[in-house]
């Protein structure tokens, strides 16, 4: 569980270098009004994904990096299933360029866990959850571990989604109330190695928008001030809980090995 709980803090600072597309809500200096607090609305809404029966989304991250020449960005759609004690499915495409798109696939029947990804073809054995979930944060930007750990926290050392959390002003978004959460992944500044560079992160804000229905998150918009460059990004949710799944979305479905 330690183990888990180290790899995934790493894995939510090296997702802070994939950015998307959004305006910062640490812009946005409106008070929160009255009700439930920070750390009430978080534990609540863990308490949402980890005692569902079900659970399913459907989702986008919106990526860019910003710089003084300009703005570059992609997004990513992506999909989770979910049937407890563990039928699980996973997946996310990255469009890339051209021919250059490529799609993952992490999945579980509660004994057997497997992965796909094309762009290395073949179906893995990783082991665990963790081994098929974590390594594809990165290109997933942070997708396949933010949902997945708060649903299975025993299994994949779900750590704390923010420290120093501070409600701000509630918001709408397609039509749902939500409360709006923010904070930071860690305490800045700090220093992350990507490719052999060491870059410092001198600031960071993350902001969760919680429904105020079902305690389910619809967005989650990161900011962050690197040396050179600022990164933004918004991954957004369309989520169900306690809904049948058919059979289907929880198939693996990778595509056959082609003939040799």
Do not use: H, N
Request: aromatic content about 8%; proline content about 7%; overall charge positive.
């Amino acid at each position: 569980m330690d183990s888990a709980r180290r790899k995934l803090g790493a894995v939510a600072v090296a997702v802070g270098c994939l950015v998307a597309v959004g305006r910062s809500s640490a812009q946005d200096p409106a008070p929160a009004a009255e009700g439930p607090t920070a750390v009430r609305i978080l534990r609540a809404m863990e308490k949402a994904y980890a005692g569902c029966r079900s659970y399913r989304d459907t989702g986008e991250v919106r990526t860019a990096i910003v710089t003084e020449g300009g703005r570059a960005g992609s997004s990513r759609p992506f999909a989770t299933a979910f049937v407890r004690p563990g039928r699980f499915r996973f997946t996310f495409t990255d469009p890339g360029l051209g021919e250059r798109s490529s799609s993952y696939i992490a999945w579980s029947d509660g004994t057997d866990v497997r992965s796909w990804w094309d762009a290395k073809p073949g179906v893995r054995d990783p082991g665990s959850l963790e081994g098929a979930l974590v390594p594809a944060a990165g290109i997933s930007g942070g997708s396949s571990v933010r949902v997945p750990g708060l649903l299975m926290p025993d299994a994949l050392g779900q750590g704390p989604l923010l420290i120093a959390p501070e409600r701000i002003a509630d918001a709408t978004d397609g039509g749902a109330g939500c409360f709006r959460v923010r904070g930071k992944g860690r305490t800045t500044p700090y220093t992350l190695s990507m490719g052999g560079r060491v870059l410092t992160v001198r600031d960071e804000t993350v902001t969760v928008w919680v429904d105020r229905a079902s305690f389910l998150i619809r967005k989650v918009e990161e900011t962050r001030t690197f040396e050179t460059y600022t990164s933004e990004s918004t991954t957004t949710y369309a989520p169900e809980t306690d809904v049948e799944i058919p059979d289907g979305q929880l198939a693996f479905g990778a595509p056959a090995a082609p003939a040799r």
